[in-house]
């Protein structure tokens, strides 16, 4: 059961509006690697992770980034709130807004909508967690492009913030594959499968 405090983990205050940039950092939420996918991978490979500590690193890094996506919800919201018809054409957010006013929906900065293939989970602990290592560096990525775009202090503070906590996450999963594969042994699927490795 997950606990929702009503406040962001980092506070979001953009006092100009900037529909062109929203468009970019939108990818963050529904984007190949944005929060959203990161969110339900982890959430979603914590049922078969074997390591019960593990098991819960990917809860608490799950749940962390639910309240990533409410930041970048909340500042493409506040990019795009009270824009004039003029706004909306001159920056180009017109295509968007025709499908969805100026409704936060999960898409890639490309327009892609967002899907569960932008995810993956194998039920496999190292597979998994060299996943999640990749994953939280493609999103530290995204959020240094991001940030190459960005004047507005207003924006760039919450995104410096989120990109902090991809390296965090990046670091906790290097200790969690290490957690995994120490325990590897000759009784250890990873380490010997008799349906692949014994000889008759």
Not at 6 to 24: D, H, S, T, Y
Not at 39 to 52: A, E, G, I, P, V
Not at 150 to 163: A, Q, S
């Amino acid at each position: 059961m997950f606990q929702y405090e009503k406040r962001l983990q980092f506070p979001v205050n953009i006092k100009e509006p900037n529909p062109k940039l929203a468009q970019v950092i939108i990818t963050q939420f529904g984007g190949p690697d944005g929060e959203l996918s990161a969110s339900m991978r982890y959430l979603s490979q914590r049922f078969s992770m074997t390591d019960k500590k593990v098991a819960g690193l990917l809860t608490d890094i799950g749940t962390e980034e639910l309240g990533h996506i409410e930041m970048i919800c909340t500042i493409v919201h506040q990019l795009t709130r009270n824009l004039t018809m003029e706004q909306i054409e001159r920056s180009g957010f017109d295509k968007y807004y025709v499908d969805h006013t100026a409704g936060v929906w999960p898409q890639a900065a490309g327009g892609i909508p967002f899907n569960a293939c932008e995810f993956q989970v194998k039920g496999d602990p190292i597979t998994d967690l060299v996943e999640d290592l990749a994953a939280e560096q493609k999103a530290r990525s995204t959020y240094d492009n991001i940030l190459r775009l960005i004047k507005d202090h207003d924006v760039c503070e919450p995104i410096r913030f989120l990109r902090e906590r991809e390296i965090v996450h990046f670091q906790r999963f290097g200790e969690a594959l290490r957690m995994v594969t120490d325990k590897l042994d000759s009784k250890n699927y990873y380490a010997f499968n008799p349906s692949f490795d014994v000889k008759n």
